[in-house]
C-alpha cells in the first residue's frame, strides 16, 4: 500500500508542476487531457497513408472490390472506414463527388454511360480518354484493371434454340412478346438507348435486381440485364447476345476518387491492384461468394494474400 500511495504523490506532483508551467492555452484545456492534438490530416492522427472512406454499390461483386481496396490499403498504413451496400449509381456518384466516399470500385463503361447518355466510345482506351474529359474537377479515375464485367442482354439456352436468337439484333423481331428484366434503375438508364440502337421495345419491364438469372431460368421472364461475371449465368444454362453495335461499351473495373481526398499512398496502392485483377480471378472470387457463400471480406483477403498484396 505504502508503494501505492508514493507513485500517487509524484504523479500529483508532476501534474501540478505541469498546470504551472504549460496553462497559458486560450482554449481552457484540461492539463491531464494527454490526446494529441495534432490535425486530423496529420499524419500522427490518420497514419501515415492519410483516411480514406470506402463505399461500395448494393451487389455483392462491389462490397468483395471494396473489400479489396479497403484492406489493401489498411496494410499501406491508411485509416479505412467502409460504407457497404451504399445504393445505385445515382447515390454513390455524388458521394464521391461531394467527399462522403473517397473511393468506389467503378466500372468504367457505366461510368461514362451516367456522365454522358449519348456517349459512343467502346473500347477501354477511348471510354477512359471520354472520362478524363468529361468527369468534374471534384472526380478522377485511376487505372483500369483487365478485369471486365460487362452488362449484357441474356436469355435461356433454350429460347435461343427455339428462337434462333444470337445477337441483341435478332431480339428486335420478338422484343415485344417478352419481359425483360434487370435492376430496379434498368429501364430508366437503358430503354431509350435500346430503341435507338436496335429498335427494341418490349411487353414488360420488371425489376428484378440480383434475381434476373433465375427470373430467366424459371420464366418470369425471357430477357434480362446480367453481368457476366455472375457465376449463374453458366449454372442456369444462360447465353449473352452478342452486341455487335456496342450499346454495352467497355466495362473495366476501375477505381472512382474524389480528388481532395486521395494520397499518394491510395493512388499507388489502387494502382497495384488494378494492375493484378482479371476477370478470371473476378469470376473464381464471385464463385466463391456465390455457390461456396463465402464472406466477400474473406475472399478478398485471399486475393490479397496470394497477390502479394495484404
Known sequence: MRRKYGVAGVFLTAMLALAACGGGGSTGGNPLDTTSAAPSGSASASGAGGKAVVGSFDFDESV???????????????????????????VVYDQVKGGGLTIVPEYNGNLLAFIDPKATAATTDEVNAALKEKLP??????????????????????????????????????????????????KKRWEARFKEVYGLEFKEWKPTGPTTSDAIKDGSIQVGNVFTTDPKMAANNLVALQDPKNIFPAQNVTPLLNKAAASDTIRTTLNGISAKLTTESLLKMMQQISVNKDEPATVAKEWLTTNGLG
Open 64 to 90: 468483395l472490390l471494396a473489400s479489396i481496396y479497403a484492406q489493401a490499403l489498411e496494410a499501406k498504413g491508411v485509416q479505412v472506414e467502409e460504407k457497404p451496400r451504399i445504393g445505385s449509381r445515382e
Open 137 to 186: 474537377a471534384e472526380l478522377e479515375v485511376l487505372d483500369s484493371s483487365p478485369a471486365e464485367d460487362k452488362d449484357s442482354l441474356s436469355i435461356s439456352k433454350d429460347t435461343q434454340t427455339k428462337q434462333s436468337l444470337n445477337t441483341i439484333e435478332d431480339l428486335a423481331k420478338v422484343s415485344k412478346d417478352m419481359v425483360v428484366g434487370g435492376p430496379p434503375e434498368f
